[in-house]
C-alpha cells in the first residue's frame, strides 16, 4: 500500500505538458479545481473528464500511475460515497429503515461526489508528475510575489512546500524499510482490533521520525553549507517564460471553466 503513494513524484519527459511553464499548470489545476466544484450535471462532468483524459494522455505519464495512486484513498471514497448516500432527499425513495433514507438524488449526489475526488486528485497527481520540484517551487514563488509587498515570505513559504512534496516518496521508501525491519523483529501490524493495530505503530513512529529530523538537520546543514540564504539576491537556472502554447493552454482551461459555469448557472446542468 505504501508503494502505492504516488504524490510527490516526479516522472521526466518532454511532452507538451512537461514543456508548460509551471505557472500555468499551477493556474490551470486551480481552474480545474474551480470548475469541479461547479459541475452539477453528467454533461459537465463529462466535458472535465474529456479535459482530464486529454491531459493525461498528452503528458504520457499513463493511467496506470495516476490509478495506482488511488488505492490508498479506497477507504475515504467508500466512507464518503456512504455519507453522500444518506444526505440527498430529492429524487424516488428507494430504501427506508428508521432514520436512513436512500433516494435517488441521494445515489446521484455520492455518485458524483466519489467522482469529483477522483478527477481532484488525478489533476493533483498530473501537477506534480509533470513538473519537478525546483520548477514547481519557481512557479509558485513567482504566482505569490504580489504578497512580498506586504512582508510575506513569498520565497521560504514556496520552498517549504516544495520540500514537503520533494521528501513524500523519501519518507515513505523510509516507512518501508521501518515496517519491513520491525516485521523481521516479531512485530504484528495486521492482527487485532483497531486499537491493538494503532499500538503496534509505536514501533514505527518513533524511528520514522527520529529519521525524519535527521534528514531534515541534514538538509539544513547541507543548505549553509552552499551559503543559502532565501531568496534575496537568488538567481535561477532557468528563467520562466509564457509561450505561445502556455497562453493556448490556459484558453481552453478557461473555456472549460466558462462553459462548466453556464451550463451549471445558465442550464442548470
Not at 455519507?83 to 429503515?97: A, C, D, K, P, V
Request: aromatic fraction near 10%; charge should be positive.
Amino acid at each position: 500500500m505504501l508503494k502505492d503513494i504516488t504524490l510527490g513524484q516526479y516522472f521526466p519527459g518532454n511532452t507538451v505538458v512537461h514543456r508548460l511553464d509551471p505557472r500555468t499548470k499551477i493556474l490551470l489545476v486551480l481552474v480545474y479545481i474551480i470548475a469541479l466544484f461547479q459541475a452539477k450535471s453528467f454533461v459537465s462532468y463529462g466535458i472535465l473528464l474529456v479535459f482530464l483524459l486529454v491531459s493525461v494522455r498528452l503528458s504520457k505519464v499513463g493511467a496506470k500511475a495516476l490509478l495506482r495512486g488511488m488505492k490508498p484513498v479506497v477507504v475515504i471514497l467508500i466512507f464518503t460515497g456512504i455519507l453522500n448516500l444518506f444526505y440527498g432527499t430529492t429524487g424516488r425513495e428507494l430504501f427506508h429503515w428508521g432514520i436512513l433514507t436512500i433516494t435517488t438524488g441521494g445515489v446521484k449526489t455520492a455518485f458524483f461526489m466519489i467522482v469529483r475526488i477522483l478527477m481532484l486528485i488525478s489533476g493533483t497527481f498530473l501537477l506534480t508528475y509533470t513538473t519537478s520540484p525546483i520548477l514547481l517551487t519557481d512557479g509558485l514563488e513567482n504566482l505569490l510575489s504580489p504578497l512580498k509587498k506586504v512582508k510575506v515570505p513569498v520565497h521560504e513559504l514556496a520552498m517549504m512546500m516544495s520540500i514537503a512534496l520533494r521528501f513524500i516518496p523519501t519518507l515513505i521508501e523510509e516507512t518501508d524499510k521501518i515496517m519491513s525491519a520491525q516485521k523481521a523483529r516479531g512485530a504484528d501490524f495486521d492482527s487485532g482490533n483497531l486499537l491493538d493495530k494503532a499500538k503496534a505503530l509505536v514501533p514505527l513512529l518513533v524511528p520514522l521520525f527520529v529519521s525524519a529530523f535527521r534528514r531534515a538537520d541534514e538538509l539544513a546543514t547541507a543548505m549553509e553549507c552552499r551559503c543559502y540564504h532565501g531568496g534575496e539576491g537568488r538567481t535561477r537556472l532557468r528563467q520562466l517564460a509564457y509561450a505561445g502554447i502556455d497562453w493556448a493552454a490556459l484558453a481552453i482551461g478557461g473555456a472549460v471553466l466558462v462553459a462548466v459555469c453556464v451550463l451549471a448557472y445558465g442550464f442548470g446542468w
